[in-house]
């Protein structure tokens, strides 16, 4: 039986609360421009936001005006969304925890995940969203998921717990050197 390949994230899509506070939080806190807006097609009571998350994919939001932000937590039990992780930069990553706090959003701090640093907090609705900054750079012509991949590798035949730093390292290392020839290894 053949597979149906997926070729990336199309979009996501939220169900939030009314319009100006989408916005406020979507493109206010989290800088995603907003594109454009319609009716929900399916429920045209709704409306339908669109934002960038900054790689030219989309977010979308189902709004409604007599829906209003609750900052309680959702339900992140099984077949529930736990959380959203969007990438930032090294230098937007180190800003977050100021930024957060100068709108009264409380966060998690930053917090080490071996081969990326996140920070946790909340949506106005109560979904809990990730900024997270990989904490290296993939060599060229491979991915970030290349790098992973071969760090875990790595890490597994090194019996270890986690990918953290020496197996990115390592991984980088091992990359590079499958794609660049040289005369010395010859």
Not at 64 to 89: M, N
Not at 117 to 142: H, K, N, T, V
């Amino acid at each position: 039986m053949q597979k149906l390949q997926s070729q990336g994230v199309h979009h996501i899509t939220i169900t939030g609360a009314d319009r100006q506070s989408t916005i406020d939080f979507w493109e206010g806190v989290l800088g995603m421009p907003f594109v454009f807006e319609q009716p929900n097609l399916d429920d045209p009571d709704q409306g339908h936001l669109y934002f960038d998350p900054g790689d030219g994919r989309l977010i979308t939001v189902f709004t409604a005006e007599d829906r209003t932000p609750k900052r309680q937590i959702v339900d992140q039990s099984q077949g529930y969304l736990h959380h959203l992780a969007f990438a930032v930069s090294k230098v937007s990553f180190d800003q977050a925890v100021d930024r957060l706090k100068e709108r009264k959003i409380p966060n998690s701090g930053p917090k080490d995940r071996g081969f990326m640093d996140s920070i946790y907090f909340r949506d106005p609705c109560g979904m809990l969203i990730e900024l997270a900054s990989y904490r290296f750079e993939p060599p060229q012509g491979y991915t970030h998921t290349d790098v992973l991949h071969r760090a875990h590798l790595i890490r597994v035949a090194a019996g270890d717990d986690h990918i953290d730093k020496v197996h990115l390292a390592d991984a980088i290392e091992a990359l590079v050197a499958d794609s660049a020839p040289s005369l010395s290894r010859q």
